[in-house]
């Protein structure tokens, strides 16, 4: 399988991809911050003018998504996965499709 | 009835009673037929109000054809012909009945034009819908089935009471439009509790991950896309800018993001997104804004099909390898590609990429939101869509297809590309996807505002390059705390915590407090009421003996003739009992309403 010949030949180069997805990054917060190239004019607030706004919004905000929900399933939202299995058990039969 | 009009739902009802008598051979086809003509006859309805038919004191709208219905119905019956394709090779007739009734009831929602017929398809929804979760036949999945059908009956008794109470107030009639949203009265909130309920707004959201992750492979397919969206087609047409709708849908769209993160459960996790994108449309309809209801539509419109893309997919792998856990998942490139493929544009275009159909749809409500000086509003979509990206996006694709986790032997020897038809039915909900993102009128055109959609460009460089840096430095998170996502093997407390805890807490009080009162009580009768009975028991007796008797012998024998009836009604099955018992209440209660109004007059 073709596709299949594209991802191997990608994870086989891993570095060469992690070094282009840094500068795809890089790349974007910099056109961002030319007026030529984006025009800031329709922005909403003060801060959407500052360089890279976005960038440490999207990138923050990733961070305290992950941090703070796993904080909040550590408080004891997340358990066992037969917590609620101590029910009275009336087997039906097996009508499985999978 | 003022002339014949063809209702849609009539066409998938009679086909799918017609299903069993189709020979094997022909059935495929079939299959295919009905769907399209549903299509076909939904294309070819003009803006009318028809199907109008007077029944006792009402009159009943069957088809208002309007923008805003006809977009929904649009959608949902091109998803049915998705969903039906992808699941074209099943073998059991029952499931395709389930599902063709449960987008019956949908589109029959979509074209009410009063509140009866409104809540006589919305309780069909839920009455055909739960078996696309019983069929998956664990026991789990009958324990799941059982909770999602009583937490919407509860939803539908509280909608009915709304109604009822809406609809007898002076000044009202049973048609159903926008209400006045300005001076909501306390009938109104019943109404809105029952369309939030079916649009899983929190704390009224526990069922959906519940039932969708519980349900069959292509069942959930059909589960994504249509109880939560007539939801919102509902709340798009009756409560318009109901103010409170703003902050519940920000806080839906978060709040399926922070689950999303715990999730070990792939299918659940994209039910959490079906919380957190719909989300976004319940606050859109909470704006009201001609934008913001555009916005909605919009993104009911895009949400149906990628959503459903990304049930396809990951429903691909729980048929091909029999796991949806990310703990039993891991590396499956090299057997599934083009699944991920699939998956991956499901993922980019509920993100919102450029290019894909989120990028037009999801935007046009945050700026609906910035444009209503509600920054606040926009702020925090903006992060939702973060989240988005950061689990639709990366986590799912991440944890199946790559990832340091090795599947069981047993699992990766399954593994393999799904059937022809399921990659049929992703490879042209990947195409609409993209097509949708590129091409903006195609959409735009259909919106119930299509004057003001044609003034909205999303591809603006700003708008471009703000989604940009927001997606790809989520990215790069992702990829720093790649140790921290690593999914366990857990389950997530949520709001059924209540009522599956609640109930067991319900069955504890029924066994032994109240069975102890219940023998109590019993003893007292037995001492006390034992010697005044028997006094009393030989005084009867007699006129027992001469006059009773002949009026009894008579009314044993009739009532042995209604037994001899009723014991071929009743069929033992749960199930049937439920739908027949909630059948004769809701003739009950149409008979009371129609009666109490003749009383009245």
């Known amino acids: 399988m073709k596709l299949a010949k594209l991802i191997e030949f990608l994870r086989d180069r891993l570095k060469t991809v992690i070094w282009i997805s840094c500068a795809v990054l890089a790349l974007v917060v910099v056109l961002d911050a030319i007026p030529a190239v984006v025009d800031k004019e329709h922005a909403h607030t003060a801060a959407e003018h500052w360089p890279g706004f976005w960038a440490v919004f999207g990138f923050v905000g990733c961070v305290l998504i992950i941090i703070l929900s796993k904080w909040y399933g550590h408080l004891g939202i997340m358990t066992r996965e037969d917590y609620y299995e101590d029910e009275p058990a009336a087997a039906p039969k097996e009508r499985n499709h999978e | ?601």
């Open chain 2, 1 to 601: 009835m003022n002339s014949f009009w063809l209702h849609p739902s009539l066409i998938l009802i009679l086909g799918a009673l017609a299903l069993p008598l189709v020979p094997a051979r022909l059935k495929r086809g079939y299959l295919l037929l009905i769907p399209i003509l549903l299509f076909a006859r939904i294309l070819t309805m003009g803006y009318s109000t028809s199907g109008t038919v007077h029944f006792l004191d009402w009159t009943l709208v069957f088809g208002r054809v309007d923008a805003l219905s006809s977009v929904f119905g649009y959608i949902m019956s091109l998803m049915c012909i998705l969903g039906t394709l992808y699941g074209l090779h099943v073998k059991d007739d029952a499931q395709h009945i389930a599902s063709w009734f449960y987008v019956a009831g949908s589109i029959g929602c979509i074209y009410a034009g009063d509140f009866l017929t409104l809540f006589l398809f919305w309780e069909l929804m839920a009455f055909s819908s739960v078996f696309l979760i019983w069929f998956r036949g664990r026991r789990e999945s009958l324990g799941a089935g059982y909770r999602y059908l009583l937490v919407h009956i509860a939803g539908g008794v509280v909608l009915l009471g709304g109604i009822v109470l809406h609809c007898n107030a002076p000044g009202h009639d049973w048609s159903f439009n926008l209400m006045d949203v300005q001076h909501p009265t306390p009938a109104m909130y019943l109404i809105m509790a029952g369309f939030i309920l079916n649009a899983a707004v929190p704390p009224l959201h526990a069922w959906l991950p519940d039932a969708y992750g519980e349900a069959t492979f292509n069942g959930s397919v059909f589960l994504c896309a249509f109880t939560t969206k007539t939801a919102v087609y509902a709340l798009c047409r009756g409560l318009a800018g109901m103010e409170i709708l703003v902050p519940l849908g920000v806080i839906m769209a978060l709040y399926g993001v922070v689950y999303a993160v715990l999730e070990n459960d792939c299918r659940r996790l994209l039910a959490y997104h079906i919380i957190s994108q719909v989300g976004y449309m319940v606050a859109g309809a909470g704006l009201g804004t001609q934008m913001a209801i555009n916005g909605a539509c919009a993104h009911a419109f895009a949400h149906i099909l990628y959503k459903g893309l990304l049930f396809m997919g990951c429903g691909a792998v729980l048929h091909m390898t029999g796991q949806s856990k990310f703990t039993e998942l891991g590396g499956l490139w090299k057997k599934m590609p083009w699944t991920f493929v699939f998956t991956l544009i499901g993922g980019l275009s509920i993100s919102a990429f450029p290019l894909f159909s989120g990028f037009v749809s999801k935007s046009m409500i945050v700026s609906a939101g910035f444009e209503e000086h509600k920054y606040w509003v926009g702020f925090l979509l903006l992060l939702a869509s973060a989240g988005t990206f950061l689990h639709t996006g990366l986590k799912v694709p991440y944890f199946i297809w790559f990832g340091k986790n090795k599947p069981k032997q047993e699992t990766w020897d399954r593994a393999a590309e799904p059937p022809w038809n399921m990659n049929a039915a992703m490879i042209v909900a990947s195409v609409l996807c993209i097509f949708i993102g590129c091409y903006t009128p195609y959409l735009y055109k259909m919106l119930p505002y299509p004057d003001l959609a044609a003034e909205y460009h999303p591809y603006t460089s700003y708008h471009v390059f703000e989604t940009l840096q927001i997606l790809l430095f989520t990215g790069l998170g992702f990829f720093l705390l790649l140790k921290k996502l690593v999914p366990d093997p857990t389950i997530s407390l949520d709001m059924d915590w209540f009522y599956r805890k609640g109930g067991r807490a319900f069955l504890w009080l029924a066994r032994k407090p109240i069975q102890a009162a219940d023998t109590f009580i019993g003893e007292l009768y037995r001492v006390a009421g034992l010697v005044p009975l028997m006094l009393s028991a030989r005084v009867a007796g007699m006129f027992d003996n001469e006059v009773i008797d002949g009026m009894v012998d008579g009314l044993a024998e009739s009532i042995r003739g209604i037994g001899r009836r009723l014991r071929f009604a009743q069929r033992g099955q749960m199930q049937q009992s439920l739908a027949f018992a909630f059948a004769v209440a809701a003739i009950l209660i149409i008979a009371f309403l129609w009666y109490s109004k003749a009383l009245a007059r």
